[in-house]
């Protein structure tokens, strides 16, 4: 029992991680500071996220463009896009919005299979899917900070350009480290469910280990208990009933008296015999 408490107890860590990292992650797609410069020329701090980009103006006001399509701001033919001053959408960021999201509601059906846990007959079983799916989830993420990571030293994305001078290089945001940290913590609630995964396989083989054991005792117990009636005929080959003996010696008969002589039969095979006490009939 504290050896399944145990067990439990672990994977509850494993979701309070899981929990955690989704959070920061659904944060960090809802902020827009993955990228971030501060143009001079223009006097604003401008933030780039993967839907929204935000401009801090110089009197404080803060405004925000966002886009879900290509249709909403293009950069090449949107004047209010080039009025407004701010970063350009890229089709890779929504890719990686796309992913991010879908990563995200795989975890939540992680989440989910934690809860059947609870139910017994498939513990065992929604422990291993919760495990695939956090797997699923947290691979999407790394892979996604990873893939924006590449995309954002690029040349192509890495520089805003206000005029023919005006040209700042954008640096990661805090949005980026809290998806980083929130993957990070993916990952560890997926080592560690392994882990419990792991310690239940190996629950169960002890488990069958000492019921066999336990079985093969009761056998032996059955065997023993047979002994006061049979014993093994080595020339036969099969169980034959013995004589009656007293104190397990076979130095006195109450039976036949054919077994006096009889060439399947030698006193040294009663000798093997525990020598317990048996009720006559």
């Given amino acids: 029992m504290n050896r399944n408490n145990s067990c439990c107890s672990l ?13 920061l992650c659904f944060i960090a797609i809802a902020t827009p500071s ?11 701090l401008i933030q780039s996220g993967l839907w929204i980009n935000c401009q801090t103006r110089p009197s404080g006001m803060y405004t925000c463009t966002y886009t879900f399509s290509e249709s909403d701001y ?16 890229y089709l890779w960021q929504r890719k990686l919005l796309y992913a991010i999201l879908s990563a995200q509601f795989i ?6 299979a934690f809860c ?20 699923i989830s947290t691979a999407i993420h790394l892979t996604s900070s990873v893939i924006f990571s590449v995309f954002s ?26 998806h ?12 560690i469910s392994i882990i419990h995964i792991a310690i239940q396989f190996k629950n169960k ?24 009636q049979y014993y093994n005929n080595p020339i036969e080959n099969r169980l034959q009933e013995p004589p009656q003996r007293y104190h397990g010696y076979a130095d006195s008969f109450t039976g036949s008296g054919s077994w006096h002589g009889s060439q399947d039969f030698r006193m040294h095979d009663y000798d093997q015999v525990p020598r317990y006490h048996q009720q006559r009939y």
């Fill in 153 to 178: 030293h690029m040349v192509e994305y890495r520089f805003f350009h206000v005029s023919v001078s005006g040209i700042y290089e954008k640096h990661k945001g805090y949005s980026y480290y809290l």
């Fill in 74 to 89: 293009n950069f090449y033919t949107s004047a209010e896009l080039v009025n407004f001053r701010t970063p350009p959408f």
């Fill in 180 to 191: 980083l940290i929130g993957g990070i913590l993916l990952l560890i609630s997926l080592i």
């Fill in 34 to 44: 993955w990228q971030v410069v501060y143009a001079r020329e223009l006097q604003q």
């Fill in 11 to 23: 994977l509850v860590v494993a979701v309070i991680f899981a929990i955690i990292g989704l959070i």
């Fill in 205 to 228: 083989q002890i488990n069958n280990t000492n019921k066999y054991d336990r079985n093969f005792s009761n056998c032996n117990n059955k065997n023993q208990l047979n002994e006061f």
């Fill in 116 to 135: 059947s846990t609870f139910y017994q007959p498939s513990a065992k079983k929604c422990a291993i899917f919760y495990t695939i799916i956090i797997g």
């Fill in 107 to 112: 975890g939540v059906i992680g989440l989910f």
